[in-house]
């Protein structure tokens, strides 16, 4: 049973380290997409990524997130420095495109 | 900007009980639209789409219409089980295909 998988589960940090989260996408799906969840904004696209290329980032605030494909089984989330106001639950999805995407169970992160 | 608005915010049932989940977007310009459940903790897993040029789709005890023209899509519930309860979020993909709006999501519980 393929699932996309995402590291680590939960991260508590203090402000101002930097935290890295993973996704393993489904073997065989060229689009990645990253989201973040949170009770006052829902659920936001932060960046998505076709054949390992990035192609939107415009949800992510680009002075401190980052997002990358170093090769097609890794997808990170950087986030340096973390801010309180980063805390949410990041969700990796993968999938053949925007109609078929799979999700994983997220990274739940609070930055104290 | 698309805005996507699902109506009631939460709702709670006897079991049994059909019921109907609302979601509204405010630019009828759209690909598809999806219906989503949430279970706590979880990541999002897709339960129908339907294509703009559609009316409904249905799966099991689920019923998806969408009236384009009018900026609305219900979700119908068949005879409610507690196993049904969730999070039902919405979400329209633009005709761009480059964009994906979420509802801020229908909590529901049916009560045993």
């Known amino acids: 049973d393929a699932r996309v998988t995402q590291t680590p589960r939960h991260k508590v940090t203090e402000m101002g380290q930097e935290v890295t989260m993973r996704c393993q996408p489904i073997?065989?799906?060229?689009?990645v997409f990253w989201y973040r969840q949170t009770m006052m904004q829902g659920l936001e696209l932060l960046a998505y990524?076709?054949?390992?290329?990035?192609?939107?980032d415009s949800g992510m605030p680009k002075d401190r997130f980052s997002a990358e494909m170093p090769d097609a089984t890794l997808a990170t989330l950087k986030i340096q420095p973390s801010e309180p106001r980063d805390s949410a639950v990041y969700f990796c999805?993968?999938?053949?495109?925007?109609?078929?995407?799979?999700f994983g169970p997220g990274t739940r992160l609070l930055v104290l | 900007k698309q805005e996507v608005t699902q109506i009631p915010a939460a709702l709670s049932v006897p079991e049994g009980e059909n019921l109907v989940l609302n979601c509204s977007f405010t630019?009828?310009?759209?690909?598809?639209l999806q219906w989503f459940r949430q279970d706590p903790g979880k990541g999002l897993t897709s339960l129908l789409l339907?294509?703009?040029?559609?009316r409904e789709q249905t799966s099991g005890r689920l019923n998806a219409s969408l009236d384009k023209s009018s900026g609305r899509s219900t979700l119908y519930i068949a005879a409610s089980q507690p196993g049904d309860s969730a999070t039902y979020l919405c979400?329209?993909?633009?005709?761009?295909?480059?964009?994906?709006?979420f509802g801020e999501g229908t909590q529901l519980t049916v009560n045993p």
């Open positions: 999805a993968s999938g053949l495109g925007w109609e078929t995407q799979y």
């Open positions: 073997l065989g799906h060229n689009t």
């Open positions: 990524f076709r054949n390992r290329a990035p192609l939107d």
């Open positions: 630019d009828s310009a759209i690909y598809n």
């Open positions: 339907i294509q703009s040029s559609q």
């Open positions: 979400a329209v993909l633009e005709t761009s295909g480059s964009r994906l709006t």
